[in-house]
């Protein structure tokens, strides 16, 4: 484990997040250490996304609980959930899964203070000054990342900040404030938590390219005006038929080399259904070449996949005739994913 990582995770109560999964979780069912143990022995966490309305499969949550080392709040988090209405918070779904995590010894990855969707209807459909959207942003970071104080691993601060192009997103909080909102919402971040680790996050910026190049030079210049951030989630929502993104690793070390931890936060590979042989065993080299690049790069915290199973997938309900994109089946039984993912750690662990 890095002493920053371990710092992090000791602040937070969480130090045997990676250190160790717990001892009452059983080797899974090949008879091999799990995926957050094998993560351990390479000083990483391998986790899975959750949601709540999940909390009522007892399987599931079986395996969400012994699997993985490290979770992260799907929806629990985000803005509509957190502040339904202006100037009242309330924190149930999230604390629901931060207490899954805590109980079952795993890291929490806090998703997100700042985004443009999923927003509530006051939000949305307000006319605010930039004086007034300005002090709605500050209260709504401080209040909540102030709530999570000690418990999180790690903020994903600002989420999709940009477009394809490099471009700045509009978004209610660009269009009002300017791209300042995202230096602001650092430091309020920074201010109510210390110890949290702060990260910008998005899609699309696996590969080096226009969009990944402006993430680039934002964090120059925010680390250049000493702004707190501490390092760039890569989603990974990548699509068999849109080719890997060969240039992953030596993009995640050109972050790195900026003095960023760097992780994969949502990973998932989807394909046009129905899946088959063919499509099973491509997906399962492109996990294990994610898995690859990650622990190739030494400030590689971690990754995530977007809940481990394709019962709970956002993937078919966004992207019609797609899906079968996780680890695991909708079953529950592990894919040949699975498997490619374990070699992958268990490889760089020595097992």
């Known amino acids: 484990m890095s ?44 986790g899975s996304a959750t949601d709540n309305p999940e909390f009522s499969d007892t399987a599931y949550l079986g395996i969400l609980g012994s699997e993985f080392n490290s979770t992260t709040a799907g929806n629990a988090l985000k803005w509509y959930a957190t502040e339904p209405q ?17 109980r079952h010894h795993m890291s929490f990855r806090a998703h997100t203070l700042v985004w443009h969707n999923q927003l509530p209807d006051w939000l949305n459909n307000g006319t605010f ?12 970071i401080t209040t909540v990342a102030r709530y999570y104080k000690g418990k999180v691993y ?32 650092l430091r309020w971040a920074h201010q109510a938590d210390p110890h949290a680790k702060l990260y910008l996050n998005d899609y699309n910026i696996e590969a080096i390219g226009p969009k990944s190049d402006a993430y680039y030079n934002l964090v120059k210049s925010l680390k250049a005006q000493h702004v707190p951030i501490d390092g760039v989630g890569f989603q990974g929502h990548l699509a068999l038929q849109y080719g890997y ?39 399962a080299d492109w996990y294990a070449r994610v898995t690859k690049a990650c622990l190739a790069v030494r400030r590689c915290v971690g990754i995530t996949v977007w809940d481990y199973t394709d019962k709970y997938s956002w993937i078919p309900a966004v992207f019609q005739g797609e899906g079968a994109a996780l680890p695991y089946d909708e079953n529950l039984q592990p894919k040949p994913a ?10 760089a662990g020595g097992h």
């Open 154 to 185: 790690s903020w994903d601060v600002v989420n999709e900040a940009f477009n394809e192009d490099g471009t700045y997103r509009d978004t209610i909080f660009y269009r009002t404030l300017g791209p300042g909102y995202i230096a602001d919402a």
């Open 338 to 347: 699975y498997a490619a993912i374990r070699d992958a750690l268990r490889s």
């Open 129 to 140: 000054t930039a004086d007034q959207l300005r002090a709605i942003l500050k209260k709504h």
């Open 245 to 283: 993104p060969e240039t992953l690793q030596q993009n995640l070390r050109r972050f790195a080399d900026l003095g960023l931890d760097v992780a994969v936060t949502e990973l998932d590979i989807r394909m046009y259904l129905p899946a088959d042989a063919t499509k099973l065993a491509t997906q």
């Open 86 to 102: 202006q100037g009242v918070f309330d924190f149930t779904q999230g604390d629901q899964v931060l207490d899954f995590a805590r």
């Open 3 to 46: 002493h920053r990582l371990a710092a992090a995770l000791a602040a937070a109560g969480l130090v045997t997040a990676i250190a160790a999964t717990p001892a009452s979780a059983a080797p899974d069912r090949h008879g091999d250490k799990t995926l957050g143990r094998l993560a351990a022995d390479t000083h990483r966490y391998f």
